[in-house]
Nanobody
Framework: QVQLVESGGGLVQAGGSLRLSCAAS????????MGWFRQAPGKEREFVAA????????YYADSVKGRFTISRDNAKNTVYLQMNSLKPEDTAVYYC????????????????????WGQGTQVTVSS
């Protein structure tokens, strides 16, 4: 079992930055691929970014490429999402997810590649 707790959300002006963190419990964190998804009001949850167990492979949605960076610290059981140049359309609840690394690498945009989900953290970007 892996439990995930997100933090770092908040209200920021357009053009600003936020860093989300996702702290994971469990001794096997380093064996999991990790992902970030988001869900805006009235919309389906969508893929944002993912990272392999080692951090050697990263993946991004086209909408955030060049602005967001995913990273992980296996010693701290934590994955991060650095979000720069934020836009009002980035407003959403952001969810952290964990899955077996091979499945995440193969299907990182798919929710069924992930076994565990956090409760989410709200990010609001004002114009």
């Amino acid at each position: 079992q892996v439990q995930l707790v997100e933090s770092g959300g908040g209200l920021v002006q357009a053009g600003g930055s936020l860093r989300l963190s996702c702290a994971a419990s469990g001794r096997t964190f380093s064996s999991y691929g990790m992902g970030w998804f988001r869900q805006a009001p009235g919309k389906e949850r969508e893929f944002v970014a993912a990272i392999s167990w080692s951090g050697g492979s990263t993946y991004y949605a086209d909408s955030v490429k060049g602005r967001f960076t995913i990273s992980r610290d296996n010693a701290k059981n934590t994955v991060y999402l650095q979000m720069n140049s934020l836009k009002p359309e980035d407003t959403a609840v952001y969810y952290c997810a964990a899955g077996r690394s091979r499945r995440v690498v193969a299907g990182h945009e798919r929710e069924d590649a992930y076994d565990y989900w956090g409760q989410g953290t709200q990010v609001t970007v004002s114009s």
